[in-house]
């Protein structure tokens, strides 16, 4: 049997793939998070990148983040996907608020 390749996103002009990072289930008070309470992560790691929006003149105006960053993202946004029964996010550049630096 042939093994079965795992899709790959290739984001185009300035999108970007996101995983989500899931909050705390347990707070340093120990008091337990239910799945129902749980916000939509606003949290996630970069693992596309496009290679960036067109200007006026047709140039590429280059993105600001990277694979491997830490992006906050705003809190209803994004194109919501599953592939390989993983969940990711596809964003704009504009709907990222921020990179996390640790």
């Known amino acids: ?3 079965k390749e ?8 300035d999108r970007v793939v ?10 340093e008070s120990g008091l337990v998070i239910p799945d129902t309470a749980k916000e939509k992560p606003q949290q996630g ?3 596309a990148v496009g290679p960036g929006r067109r ?5 590429r105006v ?3 983040i990277a694979v ?10 994004g194109q919501d996907i599953k592939i390989d029964r993983q969940d990711l996010i596809v964003l704009q550049e ?3 608020l921020a990179k996390v630096i640790v």
């Not at 795992?6 to 002009?13: G, I, T, Y």
């Not at 996101?18 to 707070?27: A, G, H, I, K, M």
């Not at 200007?55 to 140039?59: H, I, L, N, S």
């Not at 491997?68 to 946004?77: A, C, E, M, P, S």
């Open 94 to 96: 504009s709907e990222i």
């Open 68 to 77: 491997g960053d830490r992006i906050l993202y705003k809190k209803y946004t």
């Open 6 to 13: 795992s899709a790959r996103l290739e984001p185009l002009n």
């Open 18 to 27: 996101v995983t989500p990072v899931q909050q705390e289930q347990v707070l």
């Open 1 to 3: 049997m042939a093994k």
């Open 62 to 64: 280059p993105i600001d």
């Open 45 to 47: 790691e970069v693992i």
């Open 55 to 59: 200007d006026d003149t047709g140039e």
